[in-house]
Each structure stands twice: as C-alpha cells, then as structure tokens.
C-alpha cells in the first residue's frame, strides 16, 4: 500500500511538471507561417463563435482577409441600403467604399454601389488654383486667353511675369507669374495661344498654406497653336457642402480598384494631406500614385522601426499599421520586413492581435499577409496570381502613367490591379543613397528602390531605449484594453505619450502565469498526499525514529539509566489516548504488547473533501 501511495504522488508530481513545460513550450518562437496559420484560425474562430455578433466593419475586414463567408455575407448583406450603399454608419462613403472593395474581393456585382459613390462627388473648393503660361524660350510673348466664349489677352514679360486684363475669371497671382482662377469659375474650360511655343499648366495648393503643388499633365504647342486647361478637383461627401476627406481616400482606392479614373480627386487628397495626418495618407497617396514623396513621409514616420500610429488618430497603431502595409505589401522594404516580424511576435495566445479584435486581425492580415481566397465558387487557383503570373499589382493610374493595360484574367490580393507592365526601380547606389540597418534610421529623405528603401542622406544609430522601453513598456498615445499605463517616461520622438505594459493578455506574461500555477498545482498535490496518507506517514516517521540497532549482542543504542531511575521497556507504538498513562512492568521485566486499536473514520479528511466540495458549487 505505501509503494502504491507514493506512485500516485509521482504520478501528479510529474504531471504538474508536464503542466509547466507546455506552458512554457506555449510561448516559445514559432515560425512565421505557424503564426501567421494560427492568426487566420483564430479570425476564423471569433467570427464564427456563437457569442459573437459581427458589426459591419468586422465584416468588411473579415471578407478582405478570409474571402466569403456566410456569417459575414449575411452581416453586410443585411445593411445594404437599395443595394447600393450602407446607411446605418457613422461614415457612409468610407463604409461603403471599404465594402466596395470587400465585394470586388469576392467577385460580387458592384455597379450599383460605383453609381451611388460617383453621384457623391463634388467639387473641391478648399484649393486655390492658377493657370500658368509658360513662353519655351523665355521670350516675351502675346497671349489669348479665352473662356465662356470671350478671348481676354494677356502680355507675357521676359521675366514671366503677366500683364493685361484677363477678366474676371482670371486675375494676377501674388508675384504676377500666374493667373488665379476665381472658385466660381472651377468648372470652366481655359483656352491658350500665344504668338511664341508655349506650355501651359495647372497648378494648387491648400487655401492658406504655402505649399504648391504641379498637376502632372502638361500642355505644349508651337506658336499660334492652342491649348486647353480645365481645374479637375473633385472629392466625396454625403453633404451639399465641404469634403469628406477620408471618405475620398477609401472611395479613391476602391474606384481605382474597379477600373475607374481618380484623377479628378488627387489634387484635393494631395492638398490636404498635410491637415490630415491623422488619416495616414501617406499609405492611400502612395498606393495611389507610386510618389517618392509619399514613400518617404510613409516609412519614415514608422515608430521604433516596428509600426505606425499617426498623430491623433481615430483607430489603434494596429489598424494604422496595416494601413502603412498595405501600401509596402510585397516591396521588401526593412519597415515592411520589421514591422512583420513585429507583429508576428506579439499574437495573443490564441493567434489574434488587440485582445482578439476581429477588425483589426482581419485587416492585418489582409495587409501583411494577404491569400487568395474562395469567392463563393471555389475562388481562384494559385495559378491565377498576378504575381506568380510575372505581373504587377498596382494602382490603375500608376498602370497608366506606365503604358500598361489591366489583365483581368489574374487576382491581385490588395487593392491594386494587374498591370501588364511593372515600375522600372533603380538600385539605391544608383540613386546615390544607403540601406540603412535595422539600428539605423535616415536622417534625410527615403525612397523606394530595387534594394528597398533607399536613404539619400546618412543612416545614423537609433538613439538608446527610452526608460519605459527598458522597462519593458512600449510609449503610445493611449493604452489599449490589454495593457496598463505606467508611471515610466517616455523619451525622443515619443516625449508626452504614456507607457504601456501587457496585463498578460499577450504571450510575454504566459510564462510567468504557467509557473503560478504549476506551484500550486504542486502544494494542492503534496497537501491532498499528506492527508490522505497521514497516518502512514506518521508510522514511517516513528520507524525512523525508533530504527533497530545495528550494534552488537549486549549493547545498548540507550544512554544508561540516571541514578535511582528504573529502566523502561522500549517504546512500541502509538499511544491511544491523548493524556498520559500509568505504565506496568510485568515481573519478567518484559513489556506488556497493546492491541493496535482499529482506526476509525478520519474525520479531519471528510471535513477537508467536504469544504472542497463547497468550493466547487
């Protein structure tokens, strides 16, 4: 009985060890395609639990990233208004321009939501705008301006400066080297010629801002050759008056995706980036139309080279950062390469992101790590990726701007389309600049390159870890429900953000949370052993004490008796009572063997289980 005893007390010690092993095997690394596997399992798992109940944003995003699905069909599909937009939304034209894209994802019928986007367009008039006329060869030059049917005519001084009266319409900018076009008349058409070869433009900037900014199309003709200039600035709202401006950008995207021309709203999202930034539009600019300039504001406003969160933003840095890649998908930039592994390293324990936020899962999945997926109808073949196709996934105007033609027969996993010819990149030493380290950030502007981000000014060390980094801490501008805020100051870049630290909910607090527990799996084991087996513990305790002697015939292992002391017999067993008793020697002086009483029912372990059982209730 007592080998059987301690086997069973093996058994549990080996088994809370067992217990604390996978606890700590749990948040060991995995590699990128474990984690990445577990991140669509656990999307799938938290939209489809019982509990769950899908708002439209989740369901957009969870049909970008997992394809169709009837839980989510059935949520967007339930909102829909006429078919053609979601009503019930805070932001109408950026719901339903996300859903645009979510249904051309799953190669649903979009034309009715396209003509209601469309028959939200306005005009922009929070630009000013100008005509420029620019003589080749720096001559003075005669020119007729006409419009609404009625030339104006307008000197042209070897300076560039203009003279004359150009209307009402038109009147000299500040430094008289353009023409300013009067906001009621945005929507004329703006006729040239001049007696000398001439080019003529357009150009905007933000009302009150001193940044300008060049339409890309120009206008050239020999001498008394025409031609025509029209303002082409347009953006969504729902309102008969002023811009939605992230609205624009989701609607720019998704139209873009369908096939259709976004000229018309560039001019007004340039402008108004700078006053936006709270948007990253960055992210929208340079998907949009492949700009350097874009490019760099994108990657250089990357935190800790880990992951973005624009000033004063309306989401968390986990939506803003899967805004930020999916504008890098597939460049292999370093941000795009760290910001991955980032992100694949701070999953929750079922394989989630934010506290197993379905939205924010979704979206940077689709982002970072986008998949072909099924349409409702078995979905694409591998075999139709643009990019295993040797095709390019880009925007419909960069396509354009390259000569190129949409191939409709290959899936694009983003919101670009396959173009039939790819941009033509240089290499960074091409360009003059450096690729910098993970260590290192640029201290001057970044552009894209075939080597990935390309530094045009030095790559200088990244300042050391601020106290809240060394802490452990990461500084944000808020904590998110899975961390609390620390009293540990944020430094650089991040000075006034608060420091934040995982409550547990993310794997580094796994382990500590394992060995807890194993500890006290272990004591509820060794207090469950000594109670049950009490009474034979006790029995090998007072064996031990009272051991055979070992030492020869005659001798004692007992000190001799004290003077006037008789000796006693040796002690042979417990005593039944607790108070003392009267000891008899027999005349042989041999002592006298008790009955061992039977042991009645432990009472001390029918009160232990019986707590336990309380506890359970």
Known sequence: MLKKSILVFLVLLLSSLAIAQNATNSTSPQSNANVIDKAYQCLKNQIEKESTIVSLQEAIFGTLALGSNSKLNAVMDGKIKNENHWEESVNQIKDTSQALLAYNRISKNTEKIETWLLSNKRTATDLTWYLEIDIDNHESSSCKVTYNNEPKTVNIREDMTLSGNAGSCLTPSTGGFWLRISNTCIDNNFTVSCDKDFTTSTLYQRTGSSTVFVSPVAHSTSALGTTTESVNSKCFSTTTTGCDYEGTLWATIALDKSGKDISDYLPYLLALSESNQRFLPSSFLFILTDGQDQYSQLVQSQKENKYWQAPNTLYSRYYDSALALLALQGSNSAEETSSKTYFESITTAEGCWNNNNIRDTAFLLYAGWPRLISTGGGGPSPS???????????????????????????????????????????????????????????????????????????CDPIPQADQCTQAGGKCYSTCDSSEIQTTD??????????????????????????????????????????????????????????????????QSTSPPPGPGRPPFPPFRGPVPYPRAQPRIINPSNQPVRRPMPTPSKDNEMEETMRKLREMGK
């Open 489 to 554: 100051t944020c430094s650089g870049d991040d000075v006034g953000k608060v420091c934040c630290k995982s409550t547990g909910s993310e794997p580094e607090s796994d382990t500590n949370w394992g060995l807890w527990i194993t500890l006290l799996i272990i004591l509820i084991a060794l207090v469950v052993v000594g109670i049950i087996f009490k009474d034979k513990l006790k029995m090998m305790l007072f064996k031990l004490r009272n051991k055979p002697s070992t030492k020869g015939p005659g």
């Open 384 to 458: 139709q990726s643009c990019a295993s196709a040797g095709y390019s996934c880009i925007s419909l105007t960069v396509c354009n701007g390259l000569g190129g033609n949409k191939i409709s027969d290959y899936v694009c996993p983003n919101t670009g389309i396959c173009c039939s010819k790819s941009p033509i990149e240089q290499s960074c030493a091409e360009q003059s600049g450096n690729v910098c380290s993970s260590v290192e950030s640029c201290s001057g502007s970044s552009v894209s390159s075939s080597d990935g981000s390309c530094c045009l000014g030095t």
